[in-house]
């Protein structure tokens, strides 16, 4: 059995971030496990810009964020191994894993980091008929074969989904000359970022029709065209209001899950809302010594915070394994969703942490609120603290970072749940 400090599971943005934190913060073994052939994720089909502008004050394509930490991966002196398949991890924090450079591996971690990212939602996940023809792909593997792999799936397309990966590719296929007839969306409102909805489907004329899906996919050999229909607040199909649009190609950008097969077998405790790890503000999850950061808990708008999610984990990890600290929180408190939030994290917060501990609420709304808002961490009689945001859309995370003496203090003993909750401060509506 192979012995280290820190086993990183995923080489993208987070698992990259936590493992230079963790050699920052005094773990000398540190081994990256990455099942593909290259470090960075995602990112390195990402070409477009908007990556950085966070952590680096810049603005810069995918593969060049990637490669600013893959530069400090390797000045870490970190053991990084590619082409490398997790097969299990145990409680215990012992992984098996395989790959064919150096055959079957049994590692004994210090402490363990989940980073394993998260996959898109396919066809079969929201049941749309038709027959199986061919030219229907999710939105990440258009974007692989079109940026990597010098591929182009089709000529006409029809984007289902307004996610970023999926408005990103309207506006990528339409410089590459092909025609997008429309992206609709199911729900009122956008689920990608605004930015990208201007500048990938405003700027090129590309129609965008919310409240609207794809009843049945046509064709046999061959996508030949999609029916669309409208649908109501339970999206429910409205009748009357089918329309037939010709295509070739179906893009399917309806929403991504987080990877949690080895969480879910190594008993870690997973959010029904995000299916991710519930985790407490160190980013450990219910088993001690086992973190997870980035996508891998929950989906992010923006990849720097994923990083920044990574660092925090990472940092928190060598403290449990150089330290050997074995304590869980002895005052657990629940945070929890409230009205007008969807996803929270943290999901627990330590009752005895320092009071300089520096919280980072990450929580998304489930509707748009155009005007100022206002948020309560409260137990339901009393309100502990209470911030304001100028808007919040279900698409932007909302990051709000506070120092956590005063909560405790104003709470006092005996509370055991907050919830966060929306105050709208105006006439605030969805849109």
């Known amino acids: 059995m192979e012995r280290c400090d820190v086993a990183i599971i995923g080489g993208g943005p987070a698992g990259m971030a936590a493992a230079v934190e963790a050699r920052r913060h005094g773990a000398e073994k540190v081994i990256i496990l990455e099942r593909n052939r290259d470090l960075g994720g995602i ?5 477009h810009n908007g990556f950085g502008s966070v952590l680096f004050k810049k603005d810069y394509p995918g593969p060049h964020y990637a490669d600013l930490f893959i530069q400090q991966v390797r000045e870490g002196g970190i053991d990084v191994r590619l082409d490398t398949t997790v097969l299990e991890l145990m409680p215990s924090r012992t992984l098996y894993a395989t790959s064919s450079a150096n055959g079957f591996q049994e590692i004994q971690a210090g402490a363990v980091v989940l980073a394993m990212g998260c996959r898109e939602r396919t066809r079969a996940q929201i049941r749309v008929a038709g027959e199986r023809p061919v030219g229907v792909y999710t939105a990440g593997t258009v974007q692989r074969l079109v940026n990597m792999e010098g591929l182009m799936p089709g000529k006409e397309f029809v984007i289902l989904g307004s996610g970023d990966i999926g408005m990103i590719m309207a506006r990528r296929l339409t410089l590459e000359g092909a025609k997008v007839r429309c992206v609709l969306e199911a729900l009122p409102f956008l689920t990608g970022l605004r930015r990208n909805y201007v500048q990938c489907l405003q700027d090129y004329a590309i129609p965008l029709s919310l409240s609207t899906t794809i009843r049945r996919i046509m064709g046999k050999q061959r996508v030949e065209a999609v029916e669309t229909v409208s649908v109501d607040g339970e999206l429910r199909p409205i009748p009357g209001t089918e329309s037939i ?8 950008s309806i929403g991504l899950i987080p990877e949690n097969e080895l969480s879910r077998k190594a008993g870690v405790n997973l959010d029904e809302r995000t299916s991710g790890p519930l985790v407490n503000e160190r980013m450990e999850t219910s088993i001690p010594g086992i973190f997870a950061a980035g996508n891998v808990v929950a989906i992010y708008d923006l990849v720097d915070y994923v990083s920044k999610a990574g660092m ?7 403290a449990y394994a150089t330290a050997g600290r074995t304590e869980r929180d002895t005052l ?6 409230g009205q007008g939030v969807r996803t929270l994290i943290p ?11 520096e919280i980072h609420l990450e929580f998304r709304v489930d509707r748009v609120y155009d005007r100022k808002v206002r948020f309560d961490l409260t137990d339901g009689l009393r309100v502990f603290h209470s911030f304001k945001e100028p808007y919040a859309r279900p698409a932007e995370m909302v990051i709000h970072r506070f120092k956590v003496g005063a909560l405790l203090e104003a709470m006092g003993p005996g509370v055991k749940t907050l919830e966060l909750r929306v105050v709208e401060m105006e006439a605030a509506h969805a849109q």
Not at 245 to 252: E, H, P
Not at 347 to 357: C, F, R
């Open 332 to 337: 657990p408190i629940a945070l929890i969703p």
């Open 312 to 318: 925090t984990a990472g940092r928190e990890a060598a």
């Open 245 to 252: 649009i010709a295509c070739d190609t179906v893009l399917l």
């Open 43 to 47: 990112l390195p089909q990402c070409i």
């Open 347 to 357: 999901q627990t917060l330590n009752g005895d942490a320092p009071s300089d501990t």
